[in-house]
């Protein structure tokens, strides 16, 4: 029994997901004739009550097109310091836009309205480059799974507004933190210009990402997803899976989140874990005590069939997800108790 906690990205469509896939109505959705792809990216924007939505290969893809829609080159936007879209997007912000990035020390990848505020650069001062995007991810990677609380979208909204900037959501993980917070995707569908939403991590789909906006901003969306070699033909066998996902797998988050933090309820209670970062979803940061080495210990799970992964600077990452079943479960608190 080999388990892998290493991302929620490992997860393989199930039995059920593949004959939806399988019996999907396709066409050609390079010219916007795919009947699945058109059902998924209406449900989608329904759920978040905005006007439109675009099927995209990848949350990356998503994020770049989103960045590429609302700066110029020169510009700059604004994000935490851990963020997916400056770590782990091979530095398409530059690459793709011509942007740089204001980098913010945020609290578990989290910023705040009043940090945002203080690095607007003024526009009037022609040395720097001009603000014209603030980016949130919601939840956190590297941040191990926080959510936003709505109040604080609240204020960095009215910020962005106040300052003419564009306020764009990477909502890869976006599922977990509706399902934890019992907030209303509709909410962030007001506050933000857009959002990006994967299907390929807590909700089991194989392939793919949607993102939202306003009708103009998805049409102009359209263009940059050619440009990026993001158009594809009959993407509905892929659209099926996401819906299949969205009507059968968000319930099941749930089971998820809770067996992030019975694993970290274990390891707080190990002498050689240094520290264990709270979980509010199903991913869990933890740090080993200095005498003990993180390769070391990534290996001696590897040895009783446990993969995990290091996140740099001595953070340690487990992630549970939909392959990750009880039984499982149980072993790996069975393996880490014996440790």
């Given at each position: 029994?080999?388990?892998?906690?290493?991302?929620?990205?490992?997860?393989?469509?199930?039995?059920?997901?593949?004959?939806?896939?399988?019996?999907?109505?396709?066409?050609?959705?390079?010219?916007?004739?795919?009947?699945?792809?058109?059902?998924?990216?209406?449900?989608?924007?329904?759920?978040?009550?905005?006007?439109?939505a675009l099927f995209?290969?990848?949350?990356?893809?998503?994020?770049?097109?989103?960045?590429?829609?609302?700066?110029?080159?020169?510009?700059?936007?604004?994000?935490?310091?851990?963020?997916?879209?400056?770590?782990?997007?091979?530095?398409?912000?530059?690459?793709?836009?011509?942007?740089?990035?204001c980098l913010l020390e945020g609290n578990r990848g989290m910023i705040t309205a009043e940090q945002i505020e203080g690095a607007i650069n003024k526009p009037d001062f022609y040395h720097s480059p001009l603000t014209s995007l603030v980016c949130l991810e919601n939840t956190t990677n590297i941040g191990g799974g926080a959510c936003y609380e709505m109040e604080e979208l609240e204020k960095i909204k009215a910020v962005c507004e106040a300052n003419n900037l564009k306020l764009h959501l990477d909502g890869a993980r976006i599922w977990n933190a509706l399902v934890a917070k019992r907030q209303n995707p509709k909410d962030f569908g007001r506050i933000f210009d857009t959002i990006s939403v994967c299907f390929s991590k807590g909700l089991g789909a194989p392939v793919g990402s949607v993102l939202l906006g306003d009708k103009k901003t998805i049409q102009r969306a359209l263009r940059i997803r050619k440009v990026l070699g993001g158009a594809m033909r009959q993407s509905g066998y892929l659209a099926a899976g996401a819906i299949y996902a969205l009507e059968n797998n968000i319930k099941l988050l749930t089971e998820d989140h809770?067996?992030?933090?019975?694993?970290?309820?274990?390891?707080?209670?190990?002498?050689?874990?240094?520290?264990?970062?709270?979980?509010?979803?199903?991913?869990?940061?933890?740090?080993?005590?200095?005498?003990?080495?993180?390769?070391?210990?990534?290996?001696?799970?590897?040895?009783?069939?446990?993969?995990?992964?290091?996140?740099?600077?001595?953070?340690?990452?487990?992630?549970?997800?939909?392959?990750?079943?009880?039984?499982?479960?149980?072993?790996?608190?069975?393996?880490?108790?014996?440790?």
């Amino acid at each position: 029994m080999q388990i892998n906690l290493v991302s929620d990205t490992v997860t393989k469509p199930s039995y059920e997901m593949l004959q939806y896939m399988f019996n999907a109505d396709v066409g050609d959705d390079v010219y916007k004739e795919d009947p699945s792809v058109i059902e998924l990216e209406e449900r989608v924007a329904a759920v978040f009550g905005m006007e439109a939505a675009l099927f995209f290969p990848s949350g990356t893809m998503a994020n770049q097109t989103a960045i590429k829609l609302h700066t110029q080159p020169g510009e700059q936007l604004i994000a935490d310091k851990y963020s997916h879209i400056f770590h782990f997007e091979a530095g398409g912000v530059s690459f793709n836009s011509g942007v740089s990035c204001c980098l913010l020390e945020g609290n578990r990848g989290m910023i705040t309205a009043e940090q945002i505020e203080g690095a607007i650069n003024k526009p009037d001062f022609y040395h720097s480059p001009l603000t014209s995007l603030v980016c949130l991810e919601n939840t956190t990677n590297i941040g191990g799974g926080a959510c936003y609380e709505m109040e604080e979208l609240e204020k960095i909204k009215a910020v962005c507004e106040a300052n003419n900037l564009k306020l764009h959501l990477d909502g890869a993980r976006i599922w977990n933190a509706l399902v934890a917070k019992r907030q209303n995707p509709k909410d962030f569908g007001r506050i933000f210009d857009t959002i990006s939403v994967c299907f390929s991590k807590g909700l089991g789909a194989p392939v793919g990402s949607v993102l939202l906006g306003d009708k103009k901003t998805i049409q102009r969306a359209l263009r940059i997803r050619k440009v990026l070699g993001g158009a594809m033909r009959q993407s509905g066998y892929l659209a099926a899976g996401a819906i299949y996902a969205l009507e059968n797998n968000i319930k099941l988050l749930t089971e998820d989140h809770r067996r992030a933090k019975e694993l970290a309820n274990i390891l707080k209670k190990k002498s050689w874990v240094a520290s264990v970062e709270p979980v509010e979803t199903n991913i869990l940061i933890f740090s080993l005590v200095p005498e003990y080495n993180d390769e070391t210990f990534i290996e001696k799970l590897k040895q009783k069939n446990i993969s995990i992964s290091s996140v740099g600077n001595r953070k340690l990452r487990m992630v549970t997800h939909l392959d990750y079943r009880e039984v499982m479960h149980t072993y790996v608190i069975e393996s880490l108790s014996k440790l």
